[in-house]
């Protein structure tokens, strides 16, 4: 269960940082989730 949780907070830190940098588009955003 933690790991599940961890993995998701990762995910969604990179999700994060990635719409973040505006050289980051929608469709590499959406490989992600």
Not at 15 to 27: K, P, R, W
């Amino acid at each position: 269960m933690k790991a599940q949780r961890y993995s998701k907070a990762v995910l969604w830190s990179r999700l994060y940082f990635a719409g973040s940098c505006d050289d980051v588009s929608l469709e590499i955003i959406k490989q992600y989730i």
